[in-house]
Nanobody, 123 residues
Framework: QVQLVESGGGLVQAGGSLRLSCAAS????????IGWFRQAPGKEREFVTG????????YYADSVKGRITISRDNAKNTVYLQMNDVQPEDTAVYYC????????????????WGQGTQVTVSS
């Protein structure tokens, strides 16, 4: 089992940058692929990016490629989401989640979720 806590959200101007963190508890962090999802007001939650258990492989939604980078520090049990050139359409609650799968963009395959952190981008 793993518990996840997101941080780093806030208000940022369009074109700015933000780094979100996802801190995990427990000694089994490396057993999990970590994904970031987001949910904008009135919309369904969507996949943003994911990183493999070792951190070697990453994958992104087309909408964020080139602007968002995911990384993980297994020594610190933390995954990071670096967001650059943010746009108003990036406004959402961002969630990190963990799955034992080797690859998944499907939120139903993620077993553990954080509480979310709000990102608001002003134009």
């Amino acid at each position: 089992q793993v518990q996840l806590v997101e941080s780093g959200g806030g208000l940022v101007q369009a074109g700015g940058s933000l780094r979100l963190s996802c801190a995990a508890s427990g000694r089994t962090f490396t057993r999990y692929l970590i994904g970031w999802f987001r949910q904008a007001p009135g919309k369904e939650r969507e996949f943003v990016t994911g990183i493999s258990k070792s951190g070697t492989n990453t994958y992104y939604a087309d909408s964020v490629k080139g602007r968002i980078t995911i990384s993980r520090d297994n020594a610190k049990n933390t995954v990071y989401l670096q967001m650059n050139d943010v746009q108003p359409e990036d406004t959402a609650v961002y969630y990190c989640a963990a799955t034992g799968s080797f690859y998944s963009r499907n939120e139903r395959e993620y077993e553990y979720w954080g509480q979310g952190t709000q990102v608001t981008v002003s134009s």
